[in-house]
């Protein structure tokens, strides 16, 4: 085994143990930072792939941004976590279709030498003056406009909802409604009235 396979095996051992623990830890909080290190050992396996520029977009983007975004929003929603496992048998059929998809991608990918995959070349050497940032720009800007434009606006969908599930009406909050203030009339909130003078007698 060389060098470059082994630091591979090590990284993908790490994210699939971090992946694992995304779905199973029963703290949002944890679940959230263990989706961190996932997106860490993605990025290095990304270097790995002569692919510089999405692996440093990952760190940047999704564990600087991102995940910093989806920790805020875990904490505020106040997740009930009975609720939510009130509904886990209804969706393990098909969570169950997708893990076997998962592992028979990943057995293929791995039980490469024994289907072939071990004769096709090696990808050719880089020149000097590649720049995968403008090889990735132009294809974004070019062949794959339409789904970047999708994504975007999957993307836009997302955080519309995100920001209605942290304005939902809580019973425990208290909060204003402006059509009532604005609603409001002198004569429901100030009475006049009109009392004698009276003045203190000397002693």
Same mark, same amino acid.
């Given at each position: /085994?060389?060098?470059?396979?082994?630091?591979?095996?090590?990284? =993908?051992?790490?994210?699939?143990? =971090?992946?694992?623990?995304?779905?199973?830890?029963?703290?949002?909080?944890? =679940?959230?930072?263990?989706?961190?290190?996932?997106?860490?050992?993605?990025?290095?396996?990304?270097?790995?792939?002569?692919?510089?520029?999405?692996?440093?977009?990952?760190?940047?983007?999704?564990?600087?941004?991102?995940?910093?975004?989806?920790?805020?929003?875990?904490?505020?929603?106040?997740?009930?976590?009975?609720?939510?496992?009130?509904?886990?048998?209804?969706?393990?059929?098909?969570?169950?279709?997708?893990?076997?998809?998962?592992?028979?991608? /990943?057995?293929?990918?791995?039980?490469?030498?024994?289907?072939?995959? =071990?004769?096709?070349?090696?990808?050719?050497?880089?020149?000097?003056?590649?720049?995968?940032?403008?090889?990735?720009?132009?294809?974004?800007?070019?062949?794959?406009?339409?789904?970047?434009?999708?994504?975007?606006?999957?993307?836009?969908?997302?955080?519309?909802?995100?920001?209605?599930?942290?304005?939902?009406?809580?019973?425990?909050?208290?909060? /204003?409604?402006?059509?009532?203030?604005?609603?409001?009339?002198?004569?429901?909130?100030?009475?006049?009235?009109?009392?004698?003078?009276?003045?203190?007698?000397?002693?």
């Amino acid at each position: /085994m060389t060098f470059n396979e082994f630091v591979f095996y090590f990284f =993908a051992a790490i994210l699939l143990a =971090a992946a694992l623990g995304v779905i199973t830890a029963r703290n949002p909080v944890h =679940a959230a930072l263990l989706l961190v290190l996932a997106f860490f050992t993605s990025s290095a396996i990304w270097l790995q792939l002569q692919a510089e520029f999405l692996a440093i977009t990952l760190v940047l983007v999704y564990v600087g941004a991102v995940m910093v975004l989806f920790l805020f929003v875990v904490m505020m929603l106040d997740i009930n976590l009975a609720r939510l496992r009130e509904g886990f048998w209804s969706y393990l059929p098909l969570g169950a279709l997708v893990a076997a998809l998962l592992v028979a991608e /990943m057995a293929l990918v791995l039980g490469g030498r024994y289907a072939g995959f =071990a004769d096709a070349p090696a990808p050719p050497p880089l020149p000097a003056g590649y720049s995968n940032t403008k090889e990735l720009g132009r294809l974004i800007y070019t062949e794959y406009v339409y789904p970047f434009e999708i994504a975007a606006a999957i993307l836009l969908v997302a955080i519309v909802a995100a920001i209605a599930l942290t304005l939902r009406r809580r019973k425990e909050t208290k909060h /204003m409604d402006p059509a009532q203030q604005i609603g409001v009339r002198r004569q429901d909130r100030v009475r006049i009235v009109s009392m004698p003078a009276e003045k203190k007698e000397q002693g």
